[in-house]
């Protein structure tokens, strides 16, 4: 670390890349695929069907099914479909047995248009990736801690990133095929340049949405301990009354998703909650799509009189500060984003997941090629290669077999929902154990193939096992199914060819292993800066 | 640099350490100081104060990181980080005294 600024940085990104790299790369991954969660629930129970949208029809079914299975219940949630999510949300809590306790909590998928219950398949679906890539499925708060740490490792990352590399828009211009390490390294700055403003984004966004949890200290010296003051400043919510105990008719809500549009700024509704419904003190909060705008708001609502209909809150408009952290917060979650943009999301999570990958097998590589003629290699090696293995190769195997495992788990299996995500860390250990067993090359090879052919068959294990095949979803215009077929079938088809490349590149070189490493030792070494 | 870590002497190896925890733990104070000093000082109200507070302090987080390994000697990173969190709890200091706060 003597050699100077720029080496100083280089070596920071080298290490902050290498200790994290692993986890950062799962956490890119099933972020991804956290942008397409309603398409990917959609395809996990492909029983709900897709319905013309009409919110207020909607809310009627919705209203009248409640009223039927849960008069009493203290509140009610109810969240209409839209566009990516087809079926009625429908959720109550039943009032505790006994004071203190919580009460039973039930929720129900009706269908939008006959407002009969759908009889779905136990799932998380998209739920998963999205929730295990800021909780790891470690208990809270560590995994939320662990997750935010590895986002602060990564913008470090990022700046000593942009800091090594000097000649940023002469190199993304010079990309040299069939160098071997070369290549990966021109490769991964060319995706690390290229989405750069993105990866820049989704990191300091991420820091943000934690950033109460994590960079406590000023809401300590502000509010002390009393916490719920600071988020009461921040997201101002109407008090709601108390249950007067006096029995009286909820009117049909329907018209009020109107009025609250109005109050909202022409915005569309996604969800409505009832307190206390049937009670002279009932009231109904009607909330915004979070797909309306950028700015991610938690409870930007209006509450109405749940009898009378009167407006008693609307939430104000949010001072800057808010307004901006919210803006971080939607840029990361893309609510807002319509189906090309979210492609784009897609693409570019992609991008920086390919980026963080290139970077783990440069470090690797790199260090080999001084190996190579005893062919021996030390054990720190062997480690990083076997942790490369099973956390890229293996993590896209794993997601493969989640999605099979939610067409080949018996309908009626106990704990169906955590037998998929059982299967998914069951494959992830799997592969572990593979790599550990085989030759990096092999391992490498193997754990493509099957995870390309695991990819490719997803529709035709989908026409096998639901009625939702390509054939009948793309003649009706499902693209929420028929585009995660197709998906799977690309992905399967770019791991094949990675499992392609894999197995030729091993075969040759062997070959030219020994003439570069004598050759070409020192523009080996600049490489990487 | 750790296939040469056999080659590399024991001071070499706890400097780096060194500057490790001052990067994470130190670097960490800084940015929970800033953090604090922007929200006594800034003319806002204080739920705003304290977002801006904390929004910003992941930037200050970042350049004390980066002057860890980018200084010259292990010491002077601590120092480099001590210096401006003395500085920095002086300041909110004030602001308590001068009853901002």
Known sequence: MKEGFRQAMAWLHTWTGLVFGWLLFAIFLTGTLAYFKDEINHWMQPEIPSRPLDAAASLTLAQTYLQQRAPDAPSWQITLPDARDPGISVSWQQAPARPGERGRFTEKILDAQTGAEVPVRKSFGGEFFYRFHFQLQMPYPWGRWLATSAAMVMFIALITGIITHKKIFKDFFTFRPRKGQRSWLDGHNAVGVLVLPFHLMITYSSLVIFMAMVMPASLLVSYGSDRSAFYDEVFPEAPTPERAGIPATLPAMAPLLARASEQLGGGNVARVTVINPGDANASVQVARASSDRITYEYGNDVTFNGVSGQILDATPAKPLPMAIAGSFYGLHIGHFAGPVLRWLYFICGLAGTAMIGTGLVIWLGKRQLKHAKTGVMPFELRLVEVLNIASMAGLIGAVAAFFWANRLLPLSLDGRANWEVNTFFIAWTLSLVHALLRPGRKAWVEQLTLAALLFTTVPLLNALTTAHHLGVTLAQKDWALAGFDLTCLAAGLLLAWAAWKMQRAAHTVRVEKTRRETTRPITLEQGTR | ?101
Do not use: D, H
Request: proline share 3%; glycine share 6%; aromatic share 10%.
């Open chain 2, 1 to 101: 640099m750790k296939a040469k870590l056999a080659a590399l002497p024991m001071s070499y190896r706890l400097a780096v350490t060194s500057r490790v925890l001052a990067a994470v733990f130190g670097g960490y104070l800084v940015a929970a100081l800033a953090s604090v000093t922007l929200t006594l000082w800034l003319p806002l109200n204080r739920a705003e104060a304290v977002v801006t507070g904390m929004t910003v302090s992941f930037l200050v987080y970042l350049v004390a990181v980066l002057w860890c390994f980018a200084c010259r000697t292990a010491w002077s990173a601590w120092v480099g980080l001590l210096v401006p969190s003395v500085i920095l709890a002086t300041v909110s200091g004030a602001a308590r005294g001068l009853g901002l706060a």
